[in-house]
Every structure is written in C-alpha cells, then in structure tokens.
C-alpha cells in the first residue's frame, strides 16, 4: 500500500480513502489480532467489525484532513510517511481489512533466538492488574543483565525497539551517560531498559503518581544492577499539584486520573528547582497527557534539546497536534514516527535535533521569514513611496491604499497560525486583587463561546487573600485555570509573565488584570469570530466602561476610529482616535509560530506599557478592529501604576515611551516618524476623568 507517497492536500486524501476503500472490499484478514491485548477477560473479540468506531474515524478524517495531511508534510522521510498513512487507514478500515508495516514480525530467526534468552517466572510479589499477576524476568541480552518483575516480555524495547529508533544514520534513543525522563514509567520496565542503556554514568528519572506502581517500581530498582534510577512520585504536566499518591489496589498501565487529583510537575520546575540536574532523553507514555508535559518541559527542551519518543496515540487528534505544536514551538527537531504492535496503540513520535538554529533574530516589526506590507517599501521602491508620500494630501490613507494593493500580490502575509491546546489564552495578572478577583474571573467563566480557553493566574506574591481565592476557583475549574504565583513581589505583569514563562498555547490571547472584569456574557465569542473571518486583522477590541471609583462618575474609553493599523499610529497625533483598552482586546498568536509568545523586544527593561505592545503587536503587518460596544470595565482606583501618576508624570512617561518605540522599529518606519514631523505623537491624555 502507499507505494507512491502524494504530494499535495488533494492527493493525500485520495490515497487514503481509495486506499481504504479497496482494503475493505477485497481484504478479509484473520491473523491481524492481538489476542492477548484485546482478549484479556476470554470473550473473543478476534471477529468484531466495531461499526461505531469506524463511523467516529470516518467522520474525524473529514473533519480534519488538512491538519492530518499538514501534519504529514512534516515528517522528515517517506518511512515515516508511509507509516502515518497506513496508521490513518487502519483506523477507517480496521484490522480485517489494513495490516500495518511491522518489519520485526518478518524477522522469525531473531525473534526465536530472543525468546529462547528471555526467560520468566511468575512473581513472588502480590500486585495483580488486568491481565492477572507479574512476572519475575532475569535473563542476559547482549552482555546486559535485565532483572525486573513486569507484566509483559520485554521483547518490545529490546528486540522491536520501542523508544530506540535508528533509521539511516538518524539515532533517537538513551545513548551512554545520558540523563533520561521517563514519563509514565509504571512499574519500571521501561526505566530497566533504559538504564542498561544509558550505564552507570547515566541516570533514570522514573515518573508516576500510583502508589501501587511505585512500589513494584522501587522493588525493580533495589534488584537492578545499577543504582542509577530515581522514583519520582508525580505525573508529568504543564502545572504543579500537590496532592496524595493514587491507590488503586492494582497496576493499571493505562490508568489516567479524571476524578481526583494526583501529584503532578512540571520539567521545567524540577530543572529550575535542581531536582533534576539536566535532560538528555524524553519518553513520555503518560496516556493522553502528552501535550500537557511538553508544554511544562517548554524551557528546558529549548535549553538541552533532548531526543524525545513522544507517544503518539492516546487521544485521536494526538496524532496531528503533537506534530503541528513540536513543529511550531521547537522547529529544531527533526520528526520521525515508528510503531510497534499490529494493532493501532504504540505509535511513537521521535524528535532527533537538528543543527537548525532557531530564528532569534527577529527585528521589530517583522520576524525575518514572515512578510509585511512594508517589504514592498525597501530597497528601490522605498524612495518612490517616500516621494509620493511627501506628495499627498492624507498620508494615511495613501498608505492604506498601497498597502491594499500590496495584500492583493501577496496572499500569504500573515504566518500560518498554530494549532494550539486551547482556541483562546487569557492572561491574568495579580495582586492584592482580593476585593474584585471573583468579579474578574466569573465575568471570564459566564462567556457564552464556541471557543475553548483557559486562564493564566499569574499572582505576584498578594498580600490578601488572592491567593486563597485563586486555590478555590481552581478546584472548582481544575481544566480552565492555571496558577502561577511568585514568593516576591516583582512590581509588574510583565516581569511575572517572564518569570514563570507559562507555555502559552492559544491561537488567540488576552489580557484581563484581576481588578477589572468583562461586561458581556458574548465579549469572547464576537471578537474570535471577528478575527477567524478577518485573516488580515491583528487584534480586535472593544469600547471600555471606566468605573471611577474615586469620584464614583464612570467614563467610557470609546476609540473614534473602528480600523486602524500601525501607519495610523505612527502618522497620526491624536490617540484619542486610536487608544484602546487592553482589558478590550483579543490578539491574534502572530509571534507563536516564530517560537515565542510574545514580541521579543517586550523583554527590554525600556518597553513598558500596552501602548508599546500595540506598536510591536500591529508590527506583524495586521490591523486593529473595534466592536462599537462596552464589553469590558476598566476599575479606576487612583491606586494603578499609571492612575497614580500626576499629569505631568504621564506626559514625561509618554515622551519615554515613544522615544524608545523609536528606538526599535526599523528604518523604514523611522522614516516615516521623520515625515510625521514629531516623536511625541498623542500630546493629549487618552482618557479625560
């Protein structure tokens, strides 16, 4: 099957389906069942066609075939590619119709002469599961001695060479003296395996939460030969909790906790804690909570660049989301897959480092493989436009035009969006908000969308009771908050935001800070549409409420202008036309595919303030929108950092703040300040109170 691999969208959804459809009709196979897997209570299930779960694979293909094909654009050579058709039609035609590549099944005199080596009895210990009692292994295979009390043969890392992929010169595996993460170690056959691999010189992190797991696992490691394994009592995630180990009174290899909590960590947090000096290996089998772990080792992959084995199975959209978010977050890996039973569990997604660098060198306003509306403005045309420019009557507008003639000669101007966890990422930043928390978090939580979100509490070290408050609504919305919280006041969202670098994943992001709140229970909902029907649109926002709470008058921020892009920042003088709340605005993810979140140049200690993010933000090429509704409020204390400031402070802040927004854009927008005639563009308060 799939001997000539497509190469377009249109070809790869021809080759399934007529691949898969002639599989159905001629084949009927009869030995293309694991018996052992599948049969495990004695009820035969060897001659069930599940009608209903190949009705759901057929329905899933069409609903997300273009994420399926780009997701096999990706790999990194026709094997892999093969393989991923084959796993994708064995799901539409199941296994009396699809027999997937498994090279290992062919080789009978190796597999022989294995089994005769692999030698077991039954286990003295008393922890029973599923498929009945462990087995005691003690054998030697290849000058390693393999002593460990399991469920199964080990058969399927040494001799099919699960979790060790070398193809053509491509290696992805614990090599000797490497320092391995094992996610999902269960009872530790796995960490076994891999210690042999790594040697004495190498070390073992053996990741799981159930206490009956971790006992036979701690058993494994007093009987094993090296003494270079650790147990480590939680499960792999993108946040830490704390709580009690799992007892199931049994091993269950497939157990994922969804009604109670388990301890959990983040790689990150055990890196930067010490707890684990570095990482050199990742395997992750941590049944679905796959994405999860990556996006809490998000640091440390980029600062070691492990090889990982991610498994690739678990949850049906697994098999393109892992690929599209690995690709998108960490573009130095290379990307492989292998697979390692007959039916459709153990597929492996391998992630070999490449010597690709990742692109740091992004210059305001566009990162150097995206493209602006202003790249047809350099070199020879740049004179001309400045000429016409200086010429025209409304600068404003003539750049608009052009740039709309631009747009239609280049249809690609915004970089492909990536596929993220959740369609929408809220940030929320947090301090001594006690009094107005619960207003801002259910003002997000009553939003009536389509769209998936979820909140990022960044608390920086409240002295009330945010803390406390943040605790109970994240019991009570386990899958919707995260929560970061620092020891030390850091003064300042942005420093909190760099501090624990949450792993940010939505297509779309905002910000609400813990004193103000949405106003409309449909804020989330018009704005995201908006931005899916308008490719060509960075951010989308809102008319603001101010609750003045001094003078007990409430104002409103009402931007005159409904659509605005950078040019009409830089040309025109009066914000008023322009100046948007940030409590308003949904941003579209322009900077994730580049490998950050949010523009590079915020980390400088000059760029402060959501006026400066606007300019880096619209710097992408896209323009700004505005709802003419009040969706958000906006609490006026005279306690914020700006409120607090007289008027003579702001101005001298906003000379600041545009003395350095020059000092980072490029020379084709320093030119056109130049024409402008002013640095200080906004001369009068945004707001009048």
Known sequence: MFENLPSTSDGFNYEILSQSLTALKLNTFTDNFDARRFNFDGI?????????????????????????????????????????????????????????????????????AYLEIEKSKESTLNTRGVWGKLRHWDFIYKDK????????????YLLRGQYFYHRNGVSVQPELGDFVVDGGACVGDTAVVFSNAVGPSGKIYAFDPVADHLEVLQHNIKQHSYANIVAMPYGLSNRTVDAPLMVLDKY????????????????????????????????????????????????SIRKFRPKMAISLYHKTDDLFELIAYLNNKHPFYDLYIGHYTIHAEETVLYCSPSNRELSHD???PMATNARSPLDDFSNENIQNTLNDLMRCSDPSAFLFERTQEIKKRNKNLMPLQPSGVE????????????????????????????????????????????????????????????????????????????????????????????????????????????????????????????????????????????????????????????????????????????????????????????????????????????????????????????????????????????????????????????LAGSHRFFPKPAIEL
């Open 44 to 112: 035969d299930r060897s001659r069930y066609f599940d009608v209903q779960s190949t009705t759901f694979s057929v329905e899933w293909f069409f609903g997300n075939r273009d994420k399926l094909f780009s997701a096999y654009a990706i790999l990194n050579n026709e094997e892999s590619k093969r393989l991923y058709l084959h796993l994708i039609a064995f799901r539409l035609a199941s296994h009396f119709c699809i027999k997937l590549p498994m090279t290992y099944l062919d080789d009978t005199e190796s597999n022989q």
């Open 145 to 156: 001695h393999y002593v460990v009390d399991c469920l199964s043969s080990l058969d399927q």
């Open 252 to 299: 269950n290899p497939g157990f994922n906790s969804t009604t109670q909590d388990v301890p959990l960590r983040t790689i990150d947090s055990l890196i930067d804690s010490g707890e684990m000096e570095r990482v050199d290996f990742i395997k992750l089998d941590v049944e679905g909570s796959e994405m999860a772990a990556l996006q809490g080792a998000f640091q």
């Open 362 to 364: 992004v210059i305001f």
């Open 423 to 674: 369609d929408v990422s809220i940030l929320m930043p947090i301090y001594n908000h006690e009094g107005t928390l619960s207003a801002a978090l259910n003002s997000i939580l009553a939003q009536e969308t389509s769209y998936s979100y979820v909140i990022y509490c960044m608390n920086d070290a409240s002295s009330d009771g945010s803390a406390v408050l943040l605790e109970e609504y994240a019991r009570k919305y386990p899958e919707k908050i995260r929560i970061y919280s620092n020891k030390n006041n850091l003064g300042s969202a942005k420093r909190v935001f760099y501090h624990h670098q949450p792993p940010i994943n939505g297509k779309y992001w905002c910000i609400l800070e813990g004193d103000d709140f949405w106003i409309s229970n449909d804020k989330l909902q018009k704005q995201l549409e908006w931005l899916d029907a308008n490719e060509d649109y960075t951010g989308c926002g809102s008319h603001t409420v101010i609750k003045n709470e001094i003078t007990g008058i409430d104002g409103c921020v009402t931007p005159i202008s409904k659509d605005w892009n950078l040019f009409d920042l830089l040309l025109h003088r009066n914000k008023l036309d322009f100046y948007t709340h940030p409590s308003s605005i949904v941003w579209r993810n322009v900077f994730l595919v580049h490998g950050f979140f949010l523009p590079p140049e915020l980390k400088n200690d000059f760029v402060k303030g959501d006026t400066f993010l606007m300019h880096l933000m619209l710097g992408m090429g896209g323009k700004m929108h505005i709802i003419p509704e009040r969706l958000s409020c906006y609490r006026y204390s005279g306690n914020g950092i700006w409120s607090s400031k007289s008027r003579d402070e702001q101005d001298a802040l906003n000379d600041e703040l545009f003395k350095n927004i020059d000092s980072v854009i490029t020379d084709k927008y320093r030119m056109l300040l130049q």
